[in-house]
């Protein structure tokens, strides 16, 4: 439930990422600097959120912080930190000091921040390549440059320095992209509070209440489980609100009868949970909303049972695709032959994004869907949302009268075994009849 002892990952952990960056390095050196602020207006900060790369292989969530991981022939780590000032301190709460973060975080090398300018540029320089993210404008990114015009102008006599600027994804992608057993523990506990969110929103929906109640109602769950908060802008879409796939503005009055299509995650200990569900306002489903929520239930229920190692993840999409097409024949939505109209992506105007996306420390999180043209296989480890869905804009010329401003979704979080898969999202019901026992019923407010 503590939030700050979720953000401590074991040593074991990070020493054996680390491990498998370096190796990867060959004679390059990587250098993560820390997320800087951002404000919101003036001199009004946003909420402070570390940046995930230097998370991944530090453990590190402190402003200022910088991370330089060097390969070759002795492999180590060298931190910088902020210096301990009791007057910054004050206001902005304890810092670290080279002192703790080398006894928490175990680096080979712990200096002050206010060194990087005397230190930074000798590590660069013995450098073949160096991995950064460039777009910063900041001193690193300047040091960063500066070694690369170094070895242009001096390089070619002694044959050394950095040759190129990667983007730091060609080595972390691959590795954040399959979980280990402490991060796998961090997404179940994420997906419990999520799932204890959507049962909360569930119990506030009603026709007459704000989205902006069942909103309130979701966040205040996710706090009281212990996580950080929400981990993405929540969507709380009723009646055609929920045909906007990135709706957030949840201002609207619930109608009597509305579908309500609630998208959110929790954030526990930096990972995220991401669970859809849509629920009846009156507490039950109805009429064509009732056909469709069963349609995009089948597809759920169909590509959740394709995920599997050695699945290629297109292939959980065309699944859910599959579905989906037929349900759209039988609604009157489309007309013709599934494998012709699947072909022609006939279903667009109804289901205009992928099944699945990749989770983790990012809510989209990294790594390829696809390498040289192919599908990447699933491989025990990742984990992936499922999130199939039908959307019918009432402005949109292909939908049929019936179906106006009904919009359905429904997704878990799925972790690939060895065995086949985990829904880490169980607990919160998929089916018609237990998602409509989870809203009370306009008869019991």
């Not at 280990?180 to 419990?192: G, I, Q, S, T």
């Not at 040289?372 to 491989?379: P, T």
């Not at 869905?389 to 429904?410: C, E, K, M, N, S």
């Amino acid at each position: 439930m503590n939030r700050p002892d979720a953000l401590d990952t074991p040593i074991h952990v990070l020493e054996k990422r680390r491990k498998a960056a370096l190796a990867a390095l060959g004679q390059g050196v990587l250098v993560l600097p820390a997320a800087p602020i951002q404000f919101a207006s003036r001199d009004g900060e946003r909420p402070y959120h570390p940046d995930r790369e230097l998370f991944y292989l530090t453990g590190a969530t402190e402003l200022g912080t910088l991370a330089v991981l060097i390969g070759g022939a002795e492999p180590r780590l060298v931190m910088f930190v902020r210096e301990r000032d009791a007057e910054a301190e004050l206001w902005r709460g304890m810092r670290l000091g080279p002192e703790g973060a080398a006894e928490r975080f175990r680096p080979d090398e712990c200096h002050p921040l206010g060194e990087l300018g005397a230190r930074v540029p000798d590590l660069l320089r013995a450098a073949d390549r160096i991995f950064y993210r460039l777009g910063r404008g900041d001193e690193i990114e300047r040091h960063v440059m500066e070694a690369l015009a170094h070895r242009r102008a001096r390089g070619a006599r002694t044959g050394t320095g950095p040759r190129a600027i990667v983007d730091p994804s060609e080595i972390l992608d691959d590795l954040r992209l399959v979980k280990d057993a402490h991060e796998l523990a961090l997404l179940r506990r994420a997906a419990e509070v999520t799932v204890a969110g959507h049962r909360a929103a569930a119990a506030a929906i009603a026709a007459g209440e704000g989205e902006w109640s069942v909103e309130a109602a979701l966040h205040s769950a996710f706090r009281t489980g212990g996580a950080g908060g929400p981990g993405y802008e929540t969507i709380v879409g009723s009646g055609a609100n929920a045909c906007v796939l990135h709706y957030v503005e949840n201002t609207s009055v619930i109608g009597q009868g509305a579908l309500v299509l609630v998208d959110a995650g929790a954030e526990f200990g930096l990972y995220n949970g991401d669970v859809t569900r849509t629920y009846p306002a009156g507490g039950r489903f109805t009429g064509a909303a009732r056909d469709v929520y069963d349609i995009v239930e089948a597809a759920r229920r169909a590509a959740v049972a394709a995920v599997r190692p050695g699945t290629p993840i297109a292939g959980v999409h065309a699944t859910a695709t599959r579905v989906l097409v037929e349900g759209l024949v039988a609604l009157g939505a489309l007309q013709g032959r599934v494998d012709d109209l699947i072909a022609s992506e006939a279903h667009k105007p109804f289901y205009p994004h992928q099944t699945a996306h990749w989770l983790g420390l990012d809510v989209h999180d990294p790594g390829d869907y696809a390498r040289a043209g192919v599908s990447r296989a699933l491989e025990p480890g990742m984990v992936l949302t499922v999130e199939p869905g039908l959307y019918f804009r009432p402005d949109h010329p292909a939908t049929p009268d019936r179906l106006a401003g009904i919009g359905v979704r429904i997704e878990d979080d799925v972790a690939v075994t060895a065995a086949g898969c985990e829904v880490l999202t169980h607990e919160l019901p998929t089916s018609s009849a237990e998602v409509e026992a989870l809203v009370p019923s306009a008869k019991g407010r």
